[in-house]
């Protein structure tokens, strides 16, 4: 690495969530390694449950995720995370920051050293951040897709511009739809209120098929909240609040 490279220690992550245990009560979960030990990562819950559009058999969780790397493939990452209960699927909401606007994710480069203060101070963000993404959700719940409204929002999500254009799609990509429209039928809460024939139930079926089916080069998990599965469940998010806003 160069001379200028910083490195964050696994001790410093379960470290930084010791603190938030005891200033903001957040209880450490869970934590665990991936790629080998290269990514180091631990899961706090808040104690934030909202049921979906106030349906309160449809629960999600608030959880601060906390990860870094020691090869420079992940910057050091704080992400706010909701988890549906009935399913176990995750899904990220953004930081509502005025100053910096709506982040994903706090990123520390490896470049710049890693101020456990800082961070805890851009959490402060989360009590807002999580109201505005529980308003996000009831227009979803409310809207109601047909079957071909279905195919065509997980189309939109999987289909290359040149297969768009050109109207078709591989006999890989229809497998993976067929997936998805599966979930969306069939996955654990999909026949809840919220989720059923809903824009809130399409989004809940791509994460609930990344999370746990789709099919990854490495660890399904490291793809889920770092890689192509986490870009994947971003476009759905995206799309469905595009969808949502245009009505």
């Known amino acids: 690495m160069s001379g200028d490279y910083q490195v964050v220690q696994p001790k410093a992550v379960l470290e930084f969530y010791r603190d938030l245990v005891e200033q903001r009560g957040y209880p450490l979960e869970t934590a665990g390694a991936l790629a080998g030990g290269r990514k180091v990562w631990a899961l706090a819950r808040t104690g934030l449950v909202a049921g979906v559009a106030d349906d309160a058999a449809d629960k999600l969780g608030a959880y601060v995720l906390l990860a870094t790397s ?57 009590d807002e951040s999580w109201e505005k993404f529980k308003q996000q959700l009831t227009p979803m719940a409310g809207q109601q897709l047909s079957k071909g409204d279905a195919e065509q929002f997980f189309l939109s999500l999987i289909q290359s511009d040149k297969e768009a254009k050109e109207g078709k799609i591989s006999d890989r990509k229809h497998k993976e739809l067929m997936q998805l429209m599966s979930f969306y039928r069939h996955a654990p809460g999909q026949s809840l209120p919220a989720a059923k024939d809903t824009l809130w139930g399409a989004v809940s079926a791509v994460t609930y098929y990344v999370d746990h089916f789709r099919l990854s080069s490495g660890d399904r998990l490291d793809s889920a909240w770092f890689g192509t599965g986490a870009a994947l469940k971003e476009k759905a998010w995206e799309k469905a609040l595009e969808m949502t806003q245009s009505q």
């Open 70 to 126: 020691c090869d420079k493939t992940l910057a050091t990452t704080v992400t706010f995370t909701s988890v549906r209960v009935v399913c176990q699927n995750t899904l990220s909401f953004a930081v509502r920051d005025m100053k910096k606007g709506n982040r994903r994710s706090i990123k520390v480069a490896h470049s710049l050293r890693f101020d456990p203060a800082q961070i805890k101070n851009d959490l402060g963000l989360m």
